[in-house]
């Protein structure tokens, strides 16, 4: 079982910057796949950035097109960490963000499904203000 705990939410104004965090539990971090998705009131949740876990020491990243420029994921497997760094954050960024885990193996067209991912965390609120 892995637990995710995110952090890092808040108000911004539009223009402005915010980084989540998202600390896992487990033994073997290292070699999860990690999601950020985001759920906006009324919407349906959707995808934001992803990470790969380490393979021959690197990782791959994905980005919606929506973010992608702006947001930047990163991990720190020392720490069991990873982290979505949002620059020039809009309103429409604005919206509750779920860490996501897979400790299994996630394709390349799987990366944006979020049945794809088997932990959640419990969201963080971001708000950019206009």
């Known amino acids: 079982q892995v637990q995710l705990e995110e952090s890092g939410g808040g108000l911004v104004q539009a223009g402005g910057s915010l980084r989540l965090s998202c600390t896992a539990s487990?033994?073997?971090?290292?070699?999860?796949?990690m999601g950020w998705f985001r759920q906006a009131p009324g919407m349906e949740r959707e995808f934001v950035a992803a990470?790969?876990?380490?393979?021959?020491?690197?990782?791959?990243?994905y980005y919606a097109d929506s973010v992608k420029g702006r947001f930047t994921i990163s991990r720190d497997n020392a720490k069991n960490t990873v982290y979505l760094q949002m620059n020039s954050l809009k309103p429409e960024d604005t919206a509750v963000y779920y860490c996501?885990?897979?400790?299994?193996?996630?394709?390349?067209?799987?990366?944006?499904?979020?049945?794809?991912?088997?932990?959640w965390g419990q969201g963080t609120q971001v708000t950019a203000s206009s």
């Open positions: 990470i790969s876990g380490i393979i021959s020491g690197s990782s791959s990243t």
């Open positions: 996501a885990a897979s400790d299994g193996i996630v394709k390349w067209w799987q990366v944006r499904l979020s049945t794809s991912y088997d932990y």
């Open positions: 487990g033994r073997t971090f290292s070699s999860y796949f």
